[in-house]
């Protein structure tokens, strides 16, 4: 069974990179698109951080209209009023987060501050602790999430004007650059 399941993985594997080969151009004009929007994004970041709130806004607006026309479709279910309570607090949520876009930003980010540092400590220690294989390594992404919250506290709430754009930015581009090198590797 496991040499029919790793030949099975081997053929599989072929196959896509064959595929991605026929349509490296495909591929290839993805990866270098999103660099090129990841780069963009990145740059304008500020913008790209009010925008995504403002759509993070209409997000909750509409997830509480869908909750509470469930709500009220569903009146003889007993978690109706549950569902009735979580809309009209999707709805708080969101109608403050799209008219203080800013403010909530800027929380966001501090919750991500807060997250880097926790999670970056229980890193350090924990690798350090126990000490598995590459532990150095973990160590080492333990204190550069340190530091990247250390960095967003001492700037916030200043930071929280261009760090979720630039997180944006930074994705599109690791996202490009994956497209772009499973293009050239099919070749």
Same mark, same amino acid.
């Given at each position: 069974m496991?040499?029919?399941?790793?030949?099975?993985?081997?053929?599989?594997?072929?196959?896509?990179?064959?595929y991605i080969h026929q349509h490296r151009i495909w591929f290839t004009t993805l990866g270098v698109a999103l660099i090129a929007l990841g780069m963009l994004v990145a740059a304008s970041s500020v913008t790209a951080t009010l925008v995504? !709130? @403002? /759509? &993070?806004s209409g997000v909750l607006m509409l997830e509480s209209i869908i909750r509470i026309v469930a709500a009220f479709s569903a009146r003889e279910w007993a978690g109706s009023l549950l569902l009735l309570l979580a809309g009209a607090f999707y709805m708080v949520a969101g109608v403050l987060t799209f008219k203080h876009p800013v403010s909530a930003a800027a929380a966001l980010?501090?919750?991500?501050? !807060? @997250? /880097? &540092?926790?999670?970056g400590f229980f890193r350090l220690i924990t690798?350090?602790?126990?000490q598995f294989p590459n532990w150095g390594g973990v160590?080492?992404?333990?204190?550069?999430?340190?530091?990247?919250?250390?960095?967003?506290?001492?700037?916030?709430?200043?930071?929280?004007?261009?760090?979720?754009?630039?997180?944006?930015?930074?994705?599109l581009i690791v996202e490009g650059a994956g497209w772009l090198g499973l293009s050239i590797k099919s070749r």
């Open positions: 496991a040499l029919y399941q790793s030949s099975h993985g081997v053929e599989h594997d072929r196959n896509a990179l064959e995504s !709130i @403002l /759509f &993070l980010t501090l919750l991500f501050a !807060i @997250l /880097f &540092l926790a999670m690798s350090i602790w126990y160590a080492l992404s333990g204190a550069i999430s340190i530091a990247l919250g250390l960095m967003l506290w001492n700037s916030w709430p200043a930071s929280g004007l261009w760090f979720i754009g630039l997180c944006i930015g930074i994705d």
